[in-house]
């Protein structure tokens, strides 16, 4: 086994990078190639066609049988002559990633012969056999029918031999069992509560979009060493590992050279994004040594939700292609940083507006502060319900950390935003907002900048920061599916929006010019803020979690009670009142969030256990043995002074045994704590005992990590951190 290892460390370090193939054509050529894009619309189905589905894509009318069969018969010709030979409806259910299954196209042809067929039905609607997806009891399994619709709002596309057809899944009673669903409705939700705001600026907007923008962090290890991990491979992190002599101190690996096995996946998956039409736009390695991001030009919510998920999926096949895994997991490495998923956040409108950046006049500023002042008044109202948004078993170990944003929701708004929520409150509410140094210099002025160029305030220690033209919602993982803190952000915006409006409507009411009236409104609420959600100083700061307390906001760490956010009376009320889940889907959701926390940690432990036992104690025992070897042998040649000759052995002997010991105690007790965990059977107190089972495994692991810094190098039987890290 030991040389196993050397070998296998050997082999990874003499890799050299793969050759990619570049297609002839320059990138703006063939992206979207494998999409059903509107060029190809346009291209693959008749006028008529063309035109209802455009309506129904941009204005949600739906699609009547007929059309859907020309739609499909259109997508059958194109998918062909890219050698489709299948479909599959492509949805996010409730586990992690994306699920899929495929037909062929093949039908008999009543003649005798089988033809290609793909008909509007199969294009519309599925009924994949779903009962082991989690759905939190709302199907009993005798009941297992759910189905799958096509969201017609995100474009098909094809993965090798298939047509791709992103759909919602749904319970036969009408309940989601997916992520997309929910978030498209948040994000009717926010473009309902939005729009009618925007019309008293501007009358001619019709539609608010919500824009994403994610950042992917990732690590990339060598396969070879990770196949020689069975925790990588069976729970995505590294349950032990003695820091390496150098990790991450010189901070040498952020934005320095990329390691050509590295450029060459990463130019392969920026062919495959384009090819399938996502914009990708950024690659950079990041602060840890291993580990990279990838950004595209951020779009609409729905449409890049969906291109996330299936970057994620593309990422992993093309890193095997180059010899590498690529881990999306939120902590892979203890004491080095972990990966996180910023995701950038705005509201836009169909006339080119961005909600969340400065006005090109005053106007335009008021409009600006009315969706800042009210995006923050949201976020402290649900600070709670949104950290719930993004907790995981995985990403808990990243929140609260010091490189990662902390346990808690705050905001960062940077000290011009800051000065001007403060102006506000002191002037007149009929005074203009005006862009700084259009007026010249004058006193008594509220003054913004025209755009934020200057980026060096940023705060990398807040969960929630405004960056110019977008806020950034860093805490969410880099292993989760977005559509969850995306569905919980704007759904919040748009009820604050929603009440907002009303406030604003009084106020005219009572003849109030329409500026007046929104600055009015505004001012109480930029006073019930600026001291509670805004805060621009160190979130990683003691202090921060006993200011926070005082100023109300969750303070939680434990992952299985921040969830209990999702049905506290409040949320349920607000997530009703803006259509998007149900009390029952609420809780249905809460059951599977515990079921598949407990089951992450169920799995850790059982994999820690077993190397504990059978990886880890082995090979300790058979270091020691050489070691009382070589102390007896000493003994049978110096039986006289043997004892000062071997003092090092004997002292080895005596720390190996001890660990050795704590090690097989701790794992007794952790395996014993677990039976008591499986009797429980609510899933809520189940996850709290396995809450405390993850403690656990903290503590096992030092002893090991101790015992691999005295065990014979060429005897410890897994790849080490120093191995995993630097080897690309
Ligand atoms: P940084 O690492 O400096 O935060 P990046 O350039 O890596 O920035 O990523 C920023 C992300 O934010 C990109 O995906 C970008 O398209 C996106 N973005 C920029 N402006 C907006 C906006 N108004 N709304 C949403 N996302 C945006
Ligand atoms: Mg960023």
Redesign the pocket.
């Known amino acids: 086994m030991s040389k196993l290892r050397f070998d296998v460390v050997q082999d990874a370090f003499k890799k050299k990078a793969v050759i990619v193939e570049t297609p002839d054509t320059r990138p703006s050529e063939y992206f979207g190639e494998l999409v059903f894009n509107r060029e190809k619309m346009y291209k693959y189905l008749d006028v008529k066609t063309f035109n209802s589905l455009i309506d129904c894509i941009d204005n949600g009318k739906p699609l009547d049988r007929e059309t859907a069969d020309h739609v499909a018969s259109g997508m059958k010709t194109w998918a062909i002559e890219h050698g489709v030979t299948h479909i599959t409806h492509w949805f996010q259910p409730l586990t992690e990633g994306t699920a899929e299954k495929h037909d062929s196209f093949m039908e008999y042809d009543n003649k005798g012969g089988m033809i290609e067929n793909f008909d509007g039905k199969s294009l519309v609607q599925q009924e994949p056999d779903a009962s082991s997806f989690p759905n939190g009891g709302i199907r009993a399994t005798f009941e297992a029918r759910g189905y799958t619709a096509w969201d017609p709002t995100s474009p098909v596309f094809i993965q090798d031999d298939t047509l791709c057809i992103p759909t919602v899944f749904i319970a036969y009673t009408g309940e989601a069992l997916d992520y997309k669903t929910p978030l498209k409705k948040a994000l009717k939700a926010v473009n309902d509560a939005a729009l009618p705001i925007c019309k008293l600026f501007d009358s001619k907007v019709k539609k608010v979009y919500s ?5 992917q962090e990732y690590f990339l290890v060598d396969e070879d060493l990770y196949a020689a991990r069975p925790d990588l491979m069976l729970t995505g992190r590294t349950l032990m590992g003695h820091a390496s002599s150098k990790n991450q101190q010189l901070d040498d690996h952020y934005f320095g050279a990329i390691p050509s096995r590295v450029a060459a996946f990463m130019r392969d998956i920026e062919i495959a994004g384009y090819k399938l039409g996502i914009p990708l ?2 690659r950079h390695n990041e602060v840890a040594p291993n580990q990279f ?1 990838l ?4 779009g609409e919510t729905n449409l890049s939700n969906d291109q996330n998920q299936l970057i994620m999926n593309t990422m992993n096949s093309i890193a095997r292609k180059h010899g590498f895994v690529v881990l999306l997991h939120e902590k892979p490495f203890d004491g080095i940083n972990g990966s996180g998923k ?1 995701n ?3 509201l ?1 409108t169909d006339t080119g507006t ?1 909600l ?2 400065p006005g090109k006049d005053s106007k335009g500023n008021l409009q600006f502060v009315t969706f800042f002042v009210n995006v923050l008044a949201a976020v402290q109202k649900y600070n709670g319900l949104l950290k719930a948004s993004i907790a995981s078993a995985t990403n808990a170990h990243r929140l609260g950390a010091n490189e990662a944003p902390p346990a808690i929701v705050s905001a960062f708004l940077g000290k011009t935003m800051t000065d001007v929520l403060h102006k506000l409150l002191e002037v007149p509410s009929d005074t203009p907002i005006e862009i700084a140094g259009k007026k010249g210099k004058s006193v008594g002025l509220v003054e913004i900048p025209e755009i934020f160029v200057d ?1 060096t305030d940023r705060n990398r220690t807040s969960p929630f920061a405004f ?1 110019g ?2 806020f ?1 919602f860093r805490a969410v993982g880099s292993s989760a599916n977005c559509a969850n803190a995306m569905t919980t952000l704007n759904a919040a915006v748009a009820d604050q929006l929603t009440a907002f409006k009303k406030d604003v409507d009084k106020e005219i009411a009572k003849g109030k010019d329409v500026n007046i009236a929104i600055m009015d409104t505004l001012k109480p609420i930029i006073k019930s803020i600026i001291d509670v959600i805004c805060f621009d100083g160190n979130g990683y700061s003691d202090e921060w979690q006993i200011e926070a307390k005082k100023r109300g906001l969750d303070v939680e760490t434990c992952v299985p009670q921040m969830f209990k956010a999702f049905t506290e009376k409040e949320n349920i009320e607000m997530f009703t009142r803006m259509g998007i889940y149900s009390e029952k889907e609420l809780e249905a959701r809460n059951e599977v969030r515990w079921e598949m926390y407990t089951k992450k940690v169920q799995i850790e432990a059982r994999v820690m256990g077993r190397m504990a036992i059978n990886h880890i104690i082995p090979a300790a025992l058979s270091y020691q043995t050489k070691l009382l070897d070589n102390i007896q042998k000493i003994k049978d040649i110096f039986p006289d002074n043997y004892r000062e000759m071997a003092v090092v052995e004997i002292d080895l002997v005596q720390k190996i045994s001890a660990k050795i010991t704590e090690i097989r105690d701790k794992v007794n007790s952790m395996v014993e704590a677990r039976k008591e965990a499986n009797k429980i059977t609510d899933e809520y107190q189940k996850a709290l005992a396995y809450y405390k089972i993850a403690e656990s495994l903290f503590a096992i692991r030092r002893p090991i990590d101790k015992l691999e810094e005295i065990v014979d190098n060429d005897m410890w039987p897994l790849p080490k951190y120093r191995e995993l890290l630097f080897i690309n």
Do not use: C
Not at 211 to 215: D, F, Q, T
Not at 295 to 298: C, E, G, K
């Open positions: 824009y994403l923008g994610w950042e736009k950024t991001e950004a595209p030009i951020f910023h950038n956040w705005s836009g961005l969340l950046a980026n960056t033209n977008r950034e």
